[in-house]
């Protein structure tokens, strides 16, 4: 987390980072946790121990109960030159936000998009959909369909981290949309970290 809170205080400013002369941000712990979940990748084998030996279970899959976001991996959360950009949102907002895929001395084909927030303790005893503030992560590309996060069909209402990740090509379009639910924009503040050629 220091190395991820350096990161934004020396190379960001102004939601992007990496650009020259950018002022540094005072990153807060939700973005610092938007930004390191979102470089997470899949973990391909998870073990269990059964008496004294490890025994491979089934194959998993990104967002699995197993695994949540997967393993940590700073070289993905925090792009270097050539492997990517990042883009940020770190505070109160209208939750509309667009990006432009830009390939041009950029590897990454894909976009990563990760919503994080600090929830109020839930009141209510025994709750088994404890969100006081439940905010909703939506991503389209070249107004195709809407893609929900962590794997899901539709809207996750039981986390406080939601992450997309979809292909993109030179060009286009990615609206992406945070809505409170109850709500037509958010009322508490969030963070939103974006990887990619963008």
């Known amino acids: 987390a220091l190395l991820?809170?350096?990161?934004?205080?020396?190379?960001?400013g102004d939601g992007r980072c990496g650009g020259r002369g950018d002022a540094g941000h005072d990153p807060s712990g939700a973005l610092i946790k938007a930004a390191l979940l979102n470089g997470a990748r899949p973990v391909t084998e998870i073990y269990s121990l059964i008496g004294d030996r490890a025994v491979l279970d089934a194959a998993t899959r990104p967002h699995d109960a197993?695994?949540?976001?997967?393993?940590?991996?700073?070289?993905?959360?925090?792009?270097?030159?050539?492997?990517?950009?990042?883009?940020?949102h770190d505070g109160a907002g209208d939750g509309d936000h667009r990006f432009a895929a830009d390939a041009?001395?950029?590897?990454?084909?894909?976009?990563?998009?990760?919503?994080?927030?600090?929830?109020?303790?839930?009141?209510?005893?025994?709750?088994?959909?404890?969100?006081?503030?439940?905010?909703?992560?939506?991503?389209?590309?070249r107004g195709g369909p809407v893609r929900y996060p962590n794997g899901r069909a539709t809207k996750d209402d039981r986390n406080t981290a939601?992450?997309?990740?979809?292909?993109?090509s030179h060009g286009d379009r990615i609206d992406v949309r945070v809505r409170e639910a109850g709500n037509a924009l958010p009322s508490i503040e969030y963070a939103l970290v974006a990887t990619g050629c963008i």
């Open 4 to 12: 991820v809170r350096e990161y934004f205080e020396t190379r960001c």
């Open 104 to 141: 041009e001395g950029c590897a990454a084909r894909e976009l990563w998009i990760t919503l994080t927030w600090a929830d109020a303790p839930s009141t209510e005893k025994g709750c088994f959909r404890c969100l006081v503030h439940d905010l909703d992560l939506t991503v389209r590309v």
């Open 162 to 168: 939601e992450r997309v990740c979809v292909a993109v």
């Open 66 to 88: 197993r695994q949540g976001f997967g393993a940590l991996d700073l070289s993905r959360s925090l792009p270097l030159e050539g492997a990517g950009r990042l883009r940020f």
